[in-house]
């Protein structure tokens, strides 16, 4: 069993920066690949970013990819999202979400989700 929570959201202007972290709970975080998803209102879910259980292997969406960077520090049990040059259509409540499988870009492969942190931008 994995519990995650995520914080660091909040408002920021556009071109501004944001770390997201998301805290596990459980012995074996070390074990789960992490992803990071979105869901602006009225949209559905969409995939953000992803990372290896190691780290060694990190995946991003095309609309983040070069802003975004995902990482993990696995003697803290976290897995963060560093987000810079904001755009307002970044807008979303942004989720981290755990899978013992390879972590990818479906969302039906990762069994434990957090709550989720708004983060809105400004133009």
């Known amino acids: 069993q994995v519990r995650l929570v995520e914080s660091g959201g909040g408002l920021v202007q556009a071109g501004g920066s944001l770390r997201l972290s998301c805290a596990a709970s459980?012995?074996?975080?070390?074990?789960?690949?992490m992803g990071w998803f979105r869901q602006a209102p009225g949209k559905e879910r969409e995939f953000v970013a992803a990372?290896?259980?190691?780290?060694?292997?990190?995946y991003y969406a095309d609309s983040v990819k070069g802003r975004f960077t995902i990482s993990r520090d696995n003697a803290q049990k976290s897995v963060y999202l560093q987000m810079n040059s904001l755009k307002p259509e970044d807008t979303a409540v942004y989720y981290c979400?755990?899978?013992?499988?390879?972590?990818?870009?479906?969302?039906?492969?990762?069994?434990?989700w957090g709550q989720g942190t708004q983060v809105t931008v400004s133009s």
């Open positions: 459980g012995r074996t975080f070390s074990s789960y690949g």
């Open positions: 990372i290896s259980w190691n780290g060694g292997s990190k």
């Open positions: 979400a755990a899978t013992l499988t390879r972590p990818v870009a479906t969302e039906s492969i990762y069994n434990y």
